[in-house]
């Protein structure tokens, strides 16, 4: 059979497109709320990213720790990230779920404890941003033991070397960040000079899925169709907080940003 | 769990750079590996380098003020009876702590890579200090973070920053102290690292942030040893040496050279940060029993609740309010090599009104829980043991929380 996350590429390569993945943080601004956001924007959505918030995140910018925030403010717990994705699973079967955090919670929670639990729930993918490779072997071998997808990183300052060997030891989907940024900074580099990068890197294995993140908005996107995949993070993290200052229902404002973003690749 | 004997303690880690197995590691972003990866080359050949080192101990000996005292506390000895206790001065040192060290190693290595700016973080603001006077000394420019908290406590440090012309950016996240500073600091540099040198203030973070502190630090215990051999002819039967631990550099360079030493000979005592008497913060990992965890980019002994989130500290020195320790105390304590206690605030500014009443000695907050340690200890003893304290700050910078607390302008 094939994996949920590869499948999803496949879909959107076919109608010649890149896929859409979000970013969301579990729990923002409220369980429910988080949950119902997810669900009203996966119609336009290929592979859901969502955040186990951590209070000492080291690679976050602005908005998405103000969304970290006001999740763990509002009593998330790693317990109810897994319920969310479970119940989003169960009306959204086929959509691929990637959890995305920091490696001190996964400590906590015990390696194979976490690992487990993400089976459970139906995770298909994990993105730990403070284990990078090669110390992150033992546990991205434990995750596809378990058929998860760990997704290694890429940065612009990631050296041949490192490229090679990475892209080698990688699952079905690489992340590849567009600059050296913290995530939702402007973007610095021009689209071009990215995807300049970006063939580079997928010159080394065709095959394997790459996607872009970091400084991906409305304004950008179209410019970086060419992708196989494109990750808008801190833009949607934005419009929650937007929505919530004006009192206004983040569930729609965010379906409306994410269906737009959708109409830019289409 | 072992400790190796003549290897220095920052050298004893595996390939991942933990020590113990456990302690330490790099858990950084793949942004960070590159320049993690060239500063562990550069100071890897550059710390063997005899033109470096000579650089080193020019600026340590001509900039920083090398050796600091090392005295007796005559008066504190004679009226708590028991053990004597003795003093290193490192507050003598430019800049009034040993903080100097670090930074200006690390703005040597800045110089050497070629890099023109240098980001820092702080919290009692002596990293900040130091690394400004270093940074305005070899031409870089110095950007601080600093938790808001942090700014308004220690403001006498934060004019001294302005004045050397560093840029200090103010941190509200969180509960806007040092670990907050950290993080800030941190994303600073994942923006800006090709072009920008990070100076970690303490023994912690990523690996050869440990290695390079450490090894600035260092240089206190080499002054010391020779100064305790023309002072007593040898290294005498029994010696305490204590020192306070907040992220554990003063500690660890007070104490490299005597990690080889027997403990029934040198004991190695850590004082951590117990935090207000009746509250339940404290910024002590090490006595209080915290859970194994990564911040910053290490593992460690960390202050945090069960799902690995990050615990809000709280101690009246800024210097030690910090909710993770060096992993390579991490590593001390587990081999036993060093025992780990705290002090409260109360105990703290007791013990600096004892010293400060006996002596011509102004030890800041963050000594003055070693201090507290030592008086409470020192009557129990016979007259034989030597417990010598490292007085690795001056009060300049606290001489408003001092005033609050004990109505005293200094």
Not at chain 1, 35 to 43: A, C, G, R, T
Request: aromatic fraction near 8%.
């Amino acid at each position: 059979m094939i994996n949920p996350i590869n499948l999803a590429f496949k879909n959107a390569k076919e109608k010649k497109r890149p896929a859409l993945l979000t970013y969301t943080v579990a729990g923002d601004n409220t369980k429910k709320k988080s949950l119902e956001i997810l669900k009203s924007i996966s119609k336009d959505v290929d592979i859901c990213e969502i955040g186990f918030p951590h209070n000492t995140p080291i690679a976050d910018g602005g908005q998405i720790q103000t969304s970290a925030y006001r999740a763990l403010k509002n009593g998330l717990k790693i317990s109810d990230v897994f319920q969310m994705v479970r119940d989003f699973k169960k009306s959204k079967n086929s959509k691929p779920v990637i959890l995305m955090g920091y490696y001190n919670m996964i400590y906590q929670y015990g390696e194979n404890n976490f690992i487990k639990k993400c089976k459970s729930s139906g995770v298909n993918g994990l993105i730990v941003v403070d284990l990078p490779w090669p110390e992150n072997k033992g546990f991205a071998k434990k995750c596809k033991s378990k058929a998860i997808s760990f997704v290694q990183l890429l940065s612009p300052t990631t050296s041949k070397e490192r490229l090679k060997n990475i892209i080698k030891d990688s699952h079905d989907m690489i992340y590849y960040i567009s600059m050296l940024s913290t995530t939702g900074g402007k973007l610095k580099v021009s689209p071009k000079q990215i995807l300049n990068n970006y063939n580079k890197i997928k010159k080394i294995d065709p095959k394997k899925n790459c996607v872009i993140g970091f400084g991906i908005t409305e304004k950008t996107i179209a410019k970086l169709r060419s992708a196989d995949g494109l990750v808008v993070g801190s833009a949607i993290c934005k419009e929650i907080t937007r929505s919530l200052n004006n009192r206004q229902n983040p569930v729609i404002n965010v379906s409306k940003v994410v269906a737009k973003l959708r109409n830019k690749i289409s | 769990m072992k400790l190796k004997k003549n290897v220095p303690l920052i050298d004893q880690h595996d390939k991942y750079g933990f020590w113990g197995g456990k302690f330490g590691g790099s858990y950084i972003p793949e942004t960070l590996k590159k320049p993690v990866d060239d500063l562990t080359k550069e100071f890897s050949k550059l710390r063997k380098n005899k033109s470096f080192i000579k650089k080193r101990d020019f600026y340590f000996n001509n900039y920083i003020g090398a050796p600091t005292r090392f005295i007796k506390l005559e008066n504190l000895s004679k009226h708590l009876g028991g053990a004597q206790i003795w003093a290193k001065v490192v507050s003598d040192a430019n800049g009034g702590a040993h903080k100097i060290y670090n930074a200006t190693v690390h703005a040597l290595l800045c110089k050497s890579m070629g890099k023109k700016y240098i980001v820092g973080d702080t919290g009692a603001g002596y990293a900040g200090k130091m690394l400004s006077m270093a940074a305005k000394k070899f031409g870089l420019k110095c950007k601080i973070f600093m938790g808001a908290k942090d700014i308004k406590r220690q403001k006498p440090n934060c004019d001294a920053m302005k004045k050397n012309g560093a840029e200090i950016v103010p941190v509200t996240t969180g509960s806007q102290t040092l670990v907050d500073a950290v993080s800030e600091c941190m994303r600073y540099w994942v923006s800006n690292c090709d072009t920008t040198h990070m100076c970690v203030g303490s023994t912690v973070g990523p690996n050869i942030f440990v290695k390079i502190c450490g090894w600035s630090t260092a240089q206190i215990s080499r002054e010391l040893k020779k100064q305790i051999k023309i002072q007593f002819k040898k290294i005498p039967k029994k010696i305490k040496l204590i020192n306070c631990v907040g992220g554990g550099s003063s500690a660890y360079g007070f104490w490299s050279e005597f990690i080889d030493f027997p403990k029934s000979q040198i004991e190695l005592i850590g004082v951590e940060a117990g935090g207000p008497k009746n509250s339940k913060l404290h910024a002590a990992p090490l006595s209080r029993g915290a859970k194994l965890g990564v911040l910053h980019g290490a593992a460690s002994y960390v202050c945090q609740n069960n799902e690995g989130q990050i615990n809000e500290t709280e101690s009246i020195s800024a210097g030690l309010d910090y909710p993770g320790v060096s992993p390579i105390h991490c590593f001390l304590k587990d081999t036993k090599r060093a025992r780990y206690t705290y002090a409260t605030d109360e105990d703290a500014l007791n013990a600096y009104k004892l010293v400060t009443k006996f002596e011509k000695l102004n030890p800041s907050l963050e000594p003055s829980h070693a201090f507290a340690e030592a008086i409470k200890i020192c009557p129990r003893l016979n007259k034989d043991t030597v417990i010598i304290v490292n007085s690795c700050g001056d009060a300049k910078k606290d001489r408003d929380i001092l005033k609050r607390r004990l109505g005293k302008r200094i």
